[in-house]
């Protein structure tokens, strides 16, 4: 049996918080968390389906009324195309090649890798999930009772506020273990110094050849005010952009619009980028 642990930094919740009914219109957790649930849950009926996700139905739960008012939200492959692509080319040879590892989930939301992604049980793994308190309380609600494929840490934090560093170092996370960071879906949400402070303070406690995902939205995606994703996005990037500015961030990238890797599904055009990078060797 792997190790689990919860470890909440944020401990001023009160014993109501901790019993909220997560129903549909609960907002405590964020809603395109479940959708993205939702979105997996949809995947694993499709006979030719890119992500098997045996847990994403419970963690989305009923979206029935929200589907039927939305339904130009009812399919969406972008997020199936790029958890297909971080799982496939980057974490599978990660897994296999290194004897011992960490896998930091940054905004892990409703992910499921450490229960479900097979090359986890190849070497030894530590999975660390870190997102906001109502997101990890909800999944530890809903997953209870299922042992995770490796040694599983939740941290409960707000991302954008970098005290969570300190608690991940508290919390058995080490300096001297190649690390893989992923930031997916996550950083066109936070403003855009944010994550160069972010990024700075990740490859400084990143042992040598760690890696990282992020995908980064193009500028004109950052000022649409539609749907319920891309009306938060804060900032894009030029793809010609991409790599002075993640050197400037203390990351060597390559990087290529997800468009190059659809595997046959819409995922937009040269909208958003697939940025994957090594830490630079200067940190």
């Known amino acids: 049996m792997k190790e689990k642990k919860l470890v909440d930094v944020d401990k001023s919740r009160s014993e109501s918080e901790k019993e909220q009914n997560f129903d549909e219109e609960d907002t405590s957790v964020p809603f395109t968390a479940r959708l993205m649930a939702y979105y997996r849950a949809k995947e694993c009926k499709n006979d030719s389906s890119l992500i098997v996700d045996p847990f994403a139905e419970r963690l989305a739960g009923d979206l029935t009324s929200y589907i039927d008012k939305h339904r130009h939200f009812a399919e969406m492959d972008y997020p199936i195309v790029r958890s297909y692509y971080i799982e496939k080319n980057l974490l599978t040879p990660w897994c296999n090649t290194h004897a011992r590892s960490q896998i930091v989930l940054l905004g892990a939301g409703l992910d499921t890798r450490a229960y479900r992604f097979k090359p986890l049980q190849t070497n030894t793994h530590t999975v660390f999930e870190i997102d906001f308190p109502a997101v990890i309380r909800y999944k530890e609600e809903i997953l209870q009772g299922e042992q ?136």
């Open 148 to 283: 995770p494929f490796c040694s599983l840490v939740r941290l409960s934090a707000d991302i954008s506020n970098l005290d969570w560093i300190s608690h991940l170092m508290k919390s058995g996370f080490s300096t001297d273990i190649p690390t893989f960071w992923v930031l997916e879906g996550l950083v066109y949400y936070l403003e855009q110094e944010i994550v160069v402070s972010l990024l700075k303070k990740v490859a400084e406690i990143s042992a040598e050849n760690s890696q990282i995902f992020m995908d980064v939205c193009v500028p004109i995606l950052a000022e649409l005010d539609f749907g319920p994703f891309a009306k938060h996005f804060k900032w894009g990037l030029d793809i010609k952009d991409v790599p002075s500015f993640f050197i400037s961030a203390s990351w060597n990238v390559s990087y290529s619009f997800a468009d190059d890797h659809d595997q046959g599904r819409d995922v937009g055009q040269k909208g958003l980028i697939f940025i994957h990078g090594v830490r630079a060797i200067s940190v």
